[in-house]
C-alpha cells in the first residue's frame, strides 16, 4: 500500500490544496526577497506524497527541485550550495530590512529568526554521494 493510499480519501483533497498552494509559495519565493523557496517546495513534495501522485511524482522528476527533495526524504540532507545560497539571500534580506523597517526592533526580529533558521540550516547534513 503507498503512503497517500493510507490517507483517507476525504482528506486527499486537502493534501492536495497544500501542495499545490505551497508549490505556489515556493514558486513566488524565487523572485520575492525574504519569502522561503526551499521550505516550500519540501512541504508541497511532503503533501503532494499524499494529496496527488502526479505531482509528487513530477517534483522528484524535476530537473531543479528533484535533487533537493531526493536528498531531504532520503537523508534530511541539504546541499552546501543551497545552504550558501539560503545563507546569502538571507543576509540580503537582513540588510533590506535594516534599511526600510520603520522600527528598528521589527528589522532586528526578523534577522533573530532568520538567523535561527540558517543555524538550523547549516547544522544539517550534506547529501551522501554514491560512488559511481
Given at each position: 500500500?503507498?503512503?497517500?493510499?493510507?490517507?483517507?480519501?476525504?482528506?486527499r483533497w486537502a493534501w492536495w490544496l497544500l501542495a499545490y498552494a505551497s508549490l505556489g509559495l515556493g514558486l513566488v519565493g524565487i523572485v520575492v526577497?525574504?519569502?522561503?523557496?526551499?521550505?516550500?517546495?519540501?512541504?508541497?513534495?511532503?503533501?503532494?506524497?499524499?494529496?496527488?501522485?502526479?505531482?509528487?511524482?513530477?517534483?522528484?522528476?524535476?530537473?531543479?527541485?528533484?535533487?533537493?527533495?531526493?536528498?531531504?526524504?532520503?537523508?534530511?540532507?541539504?546541499?552546501?550550495?543551497?545552504?550558501?545560497?539560503?545563507?546569502?539571500?538571507?543576509?540580503?534580506?537582513?540588510?533590506?530590512?535594516?534599511?526600510?523597517?520603520?522600527?528598528?526592533?521589527?528589522?532586528?526580529?526578523?534577522?533573530?529568526?532568520?538567523?535561527?533558521?540558517?543555524?538550523?540550516?547549516?547544522?544539517?547534513?550534506?547529501?551522501?554521494?554514491?560512488?559511481?
Amino acid at each position: 500500500m503507498q503512503e497517500s493510499e493510507s490517507a483517507p480519501i476525504r482528506f486527499r483533497w486537502a493534501w492536495w490544496l497544500l501542495a499545490y498552494a505551497s508549490l505556489g509559495l515556493g514558486l513566488v519565493g524565487i523572485v520575492v526577497p525574504g519569502l522561503p523557496t526551499v521550505p516550500f517546495v519540501l512541504l508541497s513534495a511532503w503533501a503532494a506524497a499524499r494529496g496527488s501522485q502526479r505531482l509528487h511524482r513530477w517534483l522528484l522528476a524535476h530537473r531543479q527541485f528533484g535533487p533537493m527533495i531526493r536528498d531531504w526524504q532520503a537523508q534530511g540532507a541539504v546541499s552546501r550550495r543551497a545552504k550558501w545560497l539560503a545563507t546569502t539571500m538571507m543576509s540580503a534580506c537582513a540588510v533590506i530590512m535594516f534599511l526600510t523597517a520603520p522600527k528598528l526592533w521589527m528589522a532586528a526580529t526578523g534577522t533573530g529568526i532568520m538567523a535561527v533558521v540558517a543555524t538550523w540550516l547549516w547544522l544539517r547534513p550534506e547529501p551522501r554521494r554514491e560512488p559511481h
